[in-house]
């Protein structure tokens, strides 16, 4: 497989202690990672080295061979930084993320109008494209971000609690729509909904300060419940 982002030994701290330590890991083409951990530990904190917003105070982040921030990476937010009264639509919201297209007098291309809406479409919410992004529920508003990160085309999807604010209904959509993304895209995602997606996922990095890989077989109800610890050792057979 190919490396799309390769992390070693990565250090990090906002004063002189370390919120990141020691933190080794690789990601390779279309491998689905769940990030888990508790609050504090640091999660967020790596997003933000993974995509240039902070840097390494030791050890290296690499994205397709080079230090970040990369092109090919999208990030879904928890929740979008706009005043929720903010007369802005759901496909202009999208829109947002092509931005750099924009003519002078302000107009998007009709090319990029489209592309806005086949990824509404693809994540299921081209119906809402009118309304208002302040009147939309927890479950469409987000999936209305997944769109918003889809329209650049990406190779990397970083999604932070996608589905924090959201009932089970509309996470079993949004989930459904990040698993059918694995074939073309690599996905890293922050969840404290660990026992829904540990299914979905080729391994979880579970991160607290430093950074622990398991296989999804490894994760036991003491995570699920937050009690976040490394995995017990196998039981020797008796004799």
């Known amino acids: 497989m190919h490396r799309v982002i390769d992390v070693s030994q990565l250090s990090f701290g906002y004063t002189v202690d370390h919120v990141?330590?020691?933190?080794?890991?690789?990601?390779?083409?279309?491998?689905?990672?769940?990030?888990?951990?508790?609050?504090?530990?640091?999660?967020?904190?790596?997003?933000?080295?993974?995509l240039g917003l902070l840097e390494p105070q030791e050890g290296t982040v690499r994205i397709y061979g080079e230090a970040p921030p990369c092109p090919k990476i999208a990030y879904v937010p928890q929740n979008l930084s706009l005043d929720r009264q903010f007369p802005i639509t759901a496909l202009e919201v999208v829109l947002g993320?092509?931005?750099?297209?924009?003519?002078?007098?302000?107009?998007?291309?009709?090319?990029?109008?489209?592309?806005?809406?086949?990824a509404l479409e693809?994540?299921?919410?081209?119906?809402?494209?009118?309304?208002?992004?302040?009147?939309?529920?927890?479950?469409?508003?987000?999936?209305?971000?997944?769109?918003?990160?889809?329209?650049?085309?990406p190779s990397i999807l970083l999604l932070d609690e996608p589905t924090s604010c959201t009932d089970k209904e509309a996470e079993s959509n949004l989930?459904?729509?990040?698993?059918?993304?694995?074939?073309?895209?690599s996905i890293l995602m922050v969840t404290h909904h660990v026992e829904v997606i540990a299914p979905l996922v080729d391994g979880v990095l579970c991160v607290h300060k430093t950074a622990?890989?398991?296989?999804?077989?490894?994760?036991?109800?003491?995570?699920?419940?937050?009690?976040y610890h490394a995995p017990d050792p196998p039981q020797k057979e008796r004799s």
């Not at 693809?122 to 329209?151: C, K, M, P, W």
């Not at 729509?177 to 074939?183: E, N």
Request: proline content about 2%; charged content about 20%.
């Open 122 to 153: 693809q994540t299921g919410v081209l119906e809402y494209e009118s309304d208002l992004f302040g009147t939309l529920s927890g479950g469409i508003s987000q999936r209305v971000l997944v769109a918003r990160a889809l329209v650049s085309n």
């Open 97 to 118: 993320a092509l931005s750099r297209n924009l003519s002078l007098f302000g107009r998007y291309r009709s090319e990029d109008v489209d592309c806005a809406r086949s």
């Open 175 to 185: 989930l459904e729509i990040i698993d059918q993304l694995k074939s073309t895209t």
């Open 212 to 227: 622990l890989l398991m296989d999804p077989k490894e994760i036991c109800e003491h995570i699920s419940f937050g009690l």
């Open 20 to 50: 990141l330590h020691d933190i080794n890991f690789h990601v390779d083409e279309g491998q689905f990672f769940a990030i888990i951990g508790p609050n504090g530990g640091g999660k967020s904190t790596l997003l933000k080295l993974l």
